[in-house]
């Protein structure tokens, strides 16, 4: 039986790039619903395991962590001979490889993130849940984004992947919002021809496909 658990739903970007990361490392799970309607990430049971009340929470066995990237790091530390064992760079890379994840992590943490989550909410959550649009906040992050990609173009324009010849947590990391980005503005990874080509490559991984799948089916 597995003992890890996560909670939450597949939709969520941040659950998403758990399992994501559950997929690639070959970890069972169990996912257990979170009714966020009904406000159950603010019970106080939930708290007990996320004490900001958002969703992923995560336990294995007695052990329990939030913050979707350090559970994805909880996940390749504690299960190294599982799956994919070069996602934190361990691979025979040593010290530069590992910093090189860890810099390309934060990139995607402190750069990436908050205007790519600012147009996820503003092109898809806004419309599916009956908020307003906000075509200023569209196109801030459209253009602040846009630079945060342009570096990526560069940086892709000479490794394979953002932390070196590896696929990483650091590439993983951007496939969340990066889906659902590239399904309502396909142009600002795609016009980008290094990006481009890494987009293609990360979002065919099978552990990804695995992800969508499970936001595909209906939810229960
Ligand atoms: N930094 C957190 C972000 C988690 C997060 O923003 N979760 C959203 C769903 S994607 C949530 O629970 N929102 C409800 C809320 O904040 O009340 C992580 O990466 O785990």
């Not at 760079?89 to 402190?110: C, H, I, M, P, Y």
Request: proline fraction near 6%; charge should be negative.
């Amino acid at each position: 039986m597995a003992s890890v658990t996560v909670y939450g739903t597949p939709l969520s970007p941040a659950v998403s790039r758990v399992l994501a990361c559950l997929f690639e490392k070959d970890v069972d799970f169990k996912l257990a619903p979170v009714d966020m309607a009904k406000g159950q990430h603010k019970s106080p049971d939930f708290l007990k395991l996320q004490p900001f009340g958002q969703v992923p929470a995560f336990q294995d066995e007695l052990t329990t962590v939030f913050e979707s990237r350090a559970i994805c790091k909880y996940i390749c530390k504690k299960y190294p001979e599982k799956g994919n064992q070069t996602l934190m760079g361990e691979g025979d890379g040593g010290l530069l490889a590992r910093t090189s994840v860890d810099q390309w992590l934060e990139a995607e943490g402190q750069s990436f993130n908050p205007p790519s989550s600012a147009l996820v909410f503003q092109l898809a959550f806004a419309p599916m849940f009956g908020f307003k649009q906000d075509p200023a906040a569209i196109e801030q992050n459209e253009a602040k984004l846009a630079n945060v990609l342009d570096v990526y173009d560069q940086r892709l324009g000479e490794s394979k992947f953002l932390a070196g010849d590896d696929f990483t947590l650091a590439d993983l990391a951007h496939l969340p919002n990066g889906h659902i980005l590239v399904s309502k503005n396909e142009n600002l990874f795609m016009s980008r021809k290094n990006v481009g080509r890494w987009w293609e490559e990360i979002s065919a991984r099978p552990a990804w496909k695995k992800v969508v799948e499970m936001q595909n089916a209906p939810q229960g």
